[in-house]
């Protein structure tokens, strides 16, 4: 159980291109996604929190209109790149939260997914 | 000062050894505690998690918090190579019930053959 897949696994574009990326809870419903950027030999940073039905929450420094995030239902989250540039760059990882978590709020992460801007 | 904070290592250490990860952390509030297990390339996969002080065992996992002390650890017994990779410790953050954990910066773990 548990299981969060994401598509693409990996991509490669062109500067200047809009590139979307999809996180499915496969087996439970996720009232709440994050959505993590990895950048090589760093740990994890949280760019910003997707709760189903409602506007994300962006970490301070993320930008929003660049980095477009819908949640529009209880099993997917869409993360789009806008204008895509080479320092986008990254691991791009979603996890996500069971609406019937415990107080612990385990999160289940996705496979990841590598973008790649030339 | 980071919310959370680790060696990044690496720690190296002989096939079937204890290999003892460190964690610390700032927010007080914090009520619970995950490590993760990230091998290069790949997303992070939940070894366990920890809310009491004291200890946890999972198999050959033991996980340790101290909440005076602002203090997780992670002991790995009998060590194998497979066990090579990154590991994460993370917080959940008192603000709010966002669920949004805070992750320290990672400890390479080497174990040698």
Redesign the interface.
Known sequence: GAVVSQHPSWVICKSGTSVKIECRSLDFQATTMFWYRQFPKQSLMLMATSNEGSKATYEQGVEKDKFLINHASLTLSTLTVTSAHPEDSSFYICSARAASSSSYNEQFFGPGTRLTVL | QKEVEQNSGPLSVPEGAIASLNCTYSDRGS??F?W?RQYS??????IM?I?SNGDKEDGRFTAQLNKASQYVSLLIRDSQPSDSATY?CAG?GSSGN????I????TTLQVKP
């Not at chain 2, 992750?103 to 990672?106: A, E, L």
């Open positions: 009520q619970s995950f993760y390339g790949k997303s992070p996969e939940l998690f809310y994460l959940r966002t669920g949004k954990l992750f320290g910066q990672g």
